[in-house]
Every structure is written in structure tokens, then in C-alpha cells.
């Protein structure tokens, strides 16, 4: 069971470029989250998708687009990084858009932007 | 304005002893209530959760309690192992979609 899949798992860019970051389940789930982390700020989300068809913005969308491409599919496009967007991102996805229900994490995709 | 918060960012407990985890929430509406555990270079893997219908939930040497009135939630490990050494992350969730994160507290736990 793959669960959520993330690539890629490390980026280096240069200020100014962009870049999407791929997600996919294979759960059947409804749901699927953008988040990042970074230190001593926890997980803060950045878009999200309650359904396929539906996209909205999370704490900190600015310098982010996504595409819900597909039920499976949700990706996260920089279309000019800064290094402020150096962190760690989580893709997640959960079987309902709401109420209770754990979400399901990938292993993280490491940027750096220099 | 974070509503979910970890006050304590990190935590040392002797293996065997008890380690508890605090987290406060300030949303009222908030009404389901998780716990996650993060390894490094991991994604997070979810732990245990309570429904605000309840104050107690457990799951061998988790337990969850929920404090409704203080908006208040802790995590109880008994006994705790050294594979318990993880960022612990409480996290809750309302008539929203998302998941409101805490900062997550660092836990280790030593032989």
C-alpha cells in the first residue's frame, strides 16, 4: 500500500524559479492538503482540496497554486520561489472533507531555495 | 492566531515513567481532536484521537484526555519507551476541512 507519494523528496532552486511539487493517493480519499513545516512553527497548511473540483486557501497560500487534477492527484506549483519557501512540504489526504477522521501524511519533500 | 498551542517544546522522560503531553485550543467549535507522532525525515503518522463527545480515549500505552471547559487536551504514555522519542504534534478540527496544527513538542525518552 503506497498511501500518499510525494516527489520529489529534495529540490535545490535558485531564487526567481519555479517548480511543482506532485502528490497522489491511492485511498479513495475526497480530501487532500498542502502543508509545511518548518522549526518551531508546527504544521501550517497552505491549500487544500475538500473535493475533487474544489481548491481553497489554507494560513499561508501567498506563492502557492495548486491543482486538484484528478481525485488522486493534487499538486503544488512555486511559480517564483523565495527563500522564505525553503521548508518542508506534506502533502496529506483524508477520507471525508470534514468533521472526524485522521488525515494520512507523505514522507515530505525537502526544498531549498537559494 | 494559532489556535491550537504547545506550550512545552520539548520533554525528557525516563524510560518506564510517564510522559504527558499538553495542548490548548482556543476555538469553541472545535470538536475533534487528534494526536500525531513525526519521526525525523518522516511525514507525520497519526496516533490516537477523541471525539469532544468524550473525555477519555485508549489505546494500550496512549491515552488521550479532553478538558472541554479548560480547552484543554493531554497525551499520556505509560510506560514510556525509547521508540517513543518523536516531535509529538496535537492537532483539531471543526466545521472546517483542515486540521489546525500545534508547534509539536519534542519528546525524548531515555534508557
Known amino acids: 500500500n503506497a498511501g500518499v507519494t510525494q516527489t520529489p523528496k529534495f529540490q535545490v532552486l535558485k531564487t526567481g524559479q519555479s517548480m511543482t511539487l506532485q502528490c497522489a493517493q491511492d485511498?479513495?480519499?475526497?480530501?487532500m492538503y498542502w502543508y509545511r513545516q518548518d522549526p518551531g512553527m508546527g504544521l501550517r497548511l497552505i491549500y487544500y482540496s475538500a473535493s475533487e473540483g474544489t481548491t481553497d486557501k489554507g494560513e499561508v497560500p501567498n506563492g502557492y497554486n495548486v491543482s486538484r487534477l484528478n481525485k488522486r492527484e493534487f499538486s503544488l506549483r512555486l511559480e517564483s520561489a523565495a527563500p522564505s519557501q525553503t521548508s518542508v512540504y506534506f502533502c496529506a489526504s483524508r477520507l471525508t472533507g470534514g468533521g472526524t477522521g485522521e488525515l494520512f501524511f507523505g514522507e515530505g519533500s525537502r526544498l531549498t531555495v537559494l | 492566531d494559532q489556535q491550537v498551542k504547545q506550550n512545552s517544546p520539548s520533554l525528557s522522560v525516563q524510560e518506564g515513567r510517564i510522559s504527558i503531553l499538553n495542548c490548548d485550543y482556543t476555538?469553541?467549535?472545535?470538536?475533534?481532536f487528534l494526536w500525531y507522532k513525526k519521526y525525523p525525515a518522516e511525514g507525520p503518522t497519526f496516533l490516537i484521537s477523541i471525539s469532544s463527545i468524550k473525555d477519555k480515549n485508549e489505546d494500550g500505552r496512549f491515552t488521550v484526555f479532553l478538558n472541554k471547559s479548560a480547552k484543554h487536551l493531554s497525551l499520556h504514555i505509560v510506560p514510556s519507551q525509547p521508540g517513543d522519542s518523536a516531535v509529538y504534534f496535537c492537532a483539531a478540527s471543526g466545521s472546517g476541512y483542515a486540521l489546525n496544527f500545534g508547534k509539536g513538542t519534542s519528546l525524548l525518552v531515555t534508557p
Open positions: 476555538n469553541s467549535m472545535f470538536d475533534y
Open positions: 485511498m479513495n480519499h475526497n480530501s
